[in-house]
């Protein structure tokens, strides 16, 4: 037996012997199983151990044991609240981030092997003792020549090889979860290890959480609504990241925030507000905005400031989504319960012969109640949440960026109601919202996205008559064994036609692309085009359909 396959194989006996100490036996329908594996269950010596803890606690308890890979697995599991029952997802909310720290030498020589020179000549200052201990990485506190207090992030040593065995085992454990489990194909269990895999396989390079937090940091550069630490990309690799050190109280130390005053009414709309500047305005949210990843900088107590670290996590939606997403929150808060399932078959989140009405009448059970309660009392988050668990009756595929939106939404949420827990995530969402979609379609967007896709189409222009006769010749000089010579002729008169009419329509859309990319080229002419009276619009609009009509009619 070779050295992996027997580390595998130990790991999976560590395993099964967590599983059955915790009794998660428990979660299975035991007439599922196979004879032998229920006779195993019946003789195991542990079939009656933990009889005073709940599932939910047995269920953490058992991946607080199995080790980091596990605890951050039940993690994020505690965040699909679609997938889980009530109790089992609160209780893994409860899963901390705490795990033993390494040998603070072997992490000064990881960052010596990474830097190429020794600790004390990269910084002026090393703290040995790690200032925190994650699954993935440890941070410790340093100190450049410069003077410049830093934070420097050691991934781990041999840890993606303990991630890469653990991963197939979590998609052994979700085959067996899909197979055996009475709800396991609802669960989706292989799609979530599927998502768990690209998102713990993306924290290996501190590199692309260097970039994520430039990127976040370069988007709120002057705002006064987030603080995003500097990045030292000269200290920076792979296995290690040095930032930026910063000083602010933890987001969920009230004690403090109160005693100095803070206006926590504002800060929780900041957060709300955040949320949506990233998912609209940047298309880049941070989607692991847990409370230990927020701290507050109070020096002005009356206009407090967030400051956000650990961006190994990030999202982002198509511009279709983000439309359709907002879209679909306007009209579930207006119950425009039509629309909403209109929406859904229109972006494709449902099967195009999903019936309308059908969809429209689930959506209206899920959504009445939730709105009989006052606005503020309502979770938007959890609100999400129901939307998609209908959808996904209705065939909805479980969409990776949506899932992210989701759990940062509850978080935001969860957070702000925990600063001020009469938060209307309504008031502050809505207007977002509507001046988001009002926006998108005002001369002024419509124009840029016409400047970004310009260069393209004229690049693709001249390809584009050569395509459409190939079209036409193979549709209408097919032969036919069953046609007559006049059919055929009378065929080639119409391609001929149908050529003339190609060719004015050609000239026409090369013109006005043309002219638009002269008067987009011209210093003022984007100022000229989005100050235009609206009746200008309306008569080069009324001129270009009687040329249209014109050129689609021509002989």
Same mark, same amino acid.
């Given at each position: 037996?070779?050295?992996?396959?027997?580390?595998?194989?130990?790991?999976?006996?560590?395993?099964?012997?967590?599983?059955?100490?915790?009794?998660?036996?428990?979660?299975?329908?035991?007439?599922?199983?196979?004879?032998?594996?229920?006779?195993?269950?019946?003789?195991?010596?542990?079939?009656?151990?933990?009889?005073?803890?709940?599932?939910?606690?047995?269920?953490?308890?058992?991946?607080?044991?199995?080790?980091?890979?596990?605890?951050?697995?039940?993690?994020?599991?505690?965040?699909?609240?679609?997938?889980?029952?009530?109790?089992?997802?609160?209780?893994?909310?409860?899963?901390?981030?705490?795990?033993?720290?390494?040998?603070?030498?072997?992490?000064?020589?990881?960052?010596?092997?990474?830097?190429?020179?020794?600790?004390?000549?990269?910084?002026?200052?090393?703290?040995?003792?790690?200032?925190?201990?994650?699954?993935?990485?440890?941070?410790?506190?340093?100190?450049?020549?410069?003077?410049?207090?830093?934070?420097?992030?050691?991934?781990?040593?041999?840890?993606?090889?303990?991630?890469?065995?653990?991963?197939?085992?979590?998609?052994?454990?979700?085959?067996?979860?899909?197979?055996?489990?009475?709800?396991?194909?609802?669960?989706?269990?292989?799609?979530?290890?599927?998502?768990?895999?690209?998102?713990?396989?993306?924290?290996?390079?501190?590199?692309?959480?260097?970039?994520?937090?430039?990127?976040?940091?370069?988007?709120?550069?002057?705002?006064?609504?987030?603080?995003?630490?500097?990045?030292?990309?000269?200290?920076?690799?792979?296995?290690?990241?040095?930032?930026?050190?910063?000083?602010?109280?933890?987001?969920?130390?009230?004690?403090?925030?109160?005693?100095?005053?803070?206006?926590?009414?504002?800060?929780?709309?900041?957060?709300?507000?955040?949320?949506?500047?990233?998912?609209?305005?940047?298309?880049?949210?941070?989607?692991?905005?847990?409370?230990?990843?927020?701290?507050?900088?109070?020096?002005?107590?009356?206009?407090?400031?967030?400051?956000?670290?650990?961006?190994?996590?990030?999202?982002?939606?198509?511009?279709?989504?983000?439309?359709?997403?907002?879209?679909?929150?306007?009209?579930?808060?207006?119950?425009?319960?039509?629309?909403?399932?209109?929406?859904?078959?229109?972006?494709?989140?449902?099967?195009?012969?999903?019936?309308?009405?059908?969809?429209?009448?689930?959506?209206?059970?899920?959504?009445?109640?939730?709105?009989?309660?006052?606005?503020?009392?309502?979770?938007?988050?959890?609100?999400?949440?129901?939307?998609?668990?209908?959808?996904?009756?209705?065939?909805?595929?479980? +969409?990776?960026? $949506? =899932?992210? #939106? *989701?759990?940062?939404?509850?978080?935001?949420? /969860?957070?702000? @109601?925990? !600063?001020?827990?009469?938060?209307?995530?309504?008031?502050?969402?809505?207007?977002?919202?509507?001046?988001?979609?009002?926006?998108?379609?005002?001369?002024?967007?419509?124009?840029?996205?016409?400047?970004?896709?310009?260069?393209?189409?004229?690049?693709?222009?001249?390809?584009?008559?050569?395509?459409?006769?190939?079209?036409?010749?193979?549709?209408?000089?097919?032969?036919?064994?069953?046609?007559?010579?006049?059919?055929? +002729?009378?065929? $080639? =008169?119409? #391609? *001929?036609?149908?050529?003339?009419?190609?060719? /004015?329509?050609? @000239?026409? !859309?090369?013109?006005?692309?043309?002219?638009?990319?002269?008067?987009?080229?011209?210093?003022?002419?984007?100022?000229?085009?989005?100050?235009?009276?609206?009746?200008?619009?309306?008569?080069?609009?009324?001129?270009?359909?009687?040329?249209?009509?014109?050129?689609?009619?021509?002989?």
């Amino acid at each position: 037996m070779s050295a992996g396959l027997f580390s595998r194989s130990r790991r999976l006996l560590l395993i099964l012997r967590v599983a059955g100490r915790y009794r998660l036996q428990e979660f299975v329908a035991a007439d599922t199983l196979p004879s032998s594996a229920r006779l195993l269950l019946r003789l195991s010596p542990w079939r009656n151990s933990h009889k005073n803890m709940s599932r939910g606690e047995r269920l953490r308890r058992a991946l607080e044991e199995l080790g980091p890979v596990f605890i951050k697995f039940g993690q994020l599991l505690s965040t699909r609240r679609d997938l889980l029952p009530t109790d089992i997802a609160d209780e893994l909310a409860r899963l901390q981030d705490k795990v033993p720290a390494f040998d603070e030498q072997l992490a000064a020589d990881i960052i010596e092997a990474a830097l190429g020179k020794p600790v004390e000549t990269l910084f002026a200052c090393f703290e040995p003792l790690p200032i925190a201990s994650a699954s993935v990485a440890q941070v410790h506190g340093a100190t450049l020549h410069s003077g410049e207090e830093v934070v420097v992030k050691v991934l781990r040593p041999e840890i993606e090889p303990v991630i890469r065995q653990d991963l197939a085992l979590l998609y052994t454990l979700a085959r067996l979860v899909q197979r055996y489990l009475p709800d396991g194909r609802r669960l989706r269990p292989l799609e979530v290890v599927a998502d768990y895999e690209l998102t713990i396989l993306d924290e290996l390079d501190l590199r692309r959480e260097a970039a994520n937090a430039s990127q976040l940091r370069r988007n709120f550069a002057d705002s006064d609504l987030v603080y995003v630490p500097q990045v030292h990309w000269d200290y920076t690799r792979s296995n290690v990241m040095v930032a930026e050190r910063i000083s602010g109280i933890p987001v969920t130390d009230m004690a403090t925030l109160t005693s100095l005053g803070t206006d926590l009414k504002l800060l929780a709309e900041r957060g709300v507000e955040i949320f949506f500047t990233q998912v609209f305005r940047d298309n880049f949210f941070h989607a692991d905005m847990h409370p230990g990843n927020i701290f507050v900088n109070a020096t002005d107590p009356a206009n407090p400031r967030y400051i956000a670290v650990d961006c190994a996590i990030v999202g982002s939606l198509s511009e279709a989504d983000q439309y359709y997403l907002a879209r679909n929150l306007l009209a579930v808060f207006q119950r425009d319960y039509r629309a909403v399932a209109e929406l859904h078959v229109e972006c494709g989140w449902v099967p195009p012969g999903t019936r309308i009405a059908d969809f429209e009448s689930a959506m209206r059970a899920v959504c009445e109640p939730v709105f009989e309660r006052p606005i503020s009392d309502i979770s938007f988050g959890q609100l999400l949440i129901y939307l998609f668990s209908t959808a996904r009756r209705f065939d909805m595929e479980v +969409q990776p960026a $949506l =899932v992210l #939106l *989701q759990k940062t939404l509850l978080n935001i949420e /969860g957070l702000g @109601r925990q !600063l001020y827990p009469q938060l209307n995530l309504w008031d502050t969402a809505q207007p977002f919202l509507e001046r988001w979609v009002q926006e998108r379609y005002s001369p002024q967007s419509v124009f840029r996205r016409l400047q970004r896709h310009i260069p393209s189409w004229l690049e693709q222009l001249p390809q584009v008559p050569d395509a459409v006769l190939d079209n036409l010749q193979r549709k209408h000089l097919t032969p036919n064994p069953g046609g007559s010579h006049q059919q055929q +002729q009378a065929r $080639l =008169v119409a #391609l *001929q036609r149908e050529q003339r009419q190609r060719r /004015g329509r050609r @000239r026409l !859309l090369a013109t006005a692309l043309g002219g638009t990319g002269l008067i987009l080229a011209v210093p003022g002419g984007w100022d000229f085009l989005a100050q235009a009276p609206a009746a200008s619009w309306l008569l080069v609009g009324a001129a270009a359909l009687l040329l249209w009509w014109g050129t689609c009619n021509s002989e």
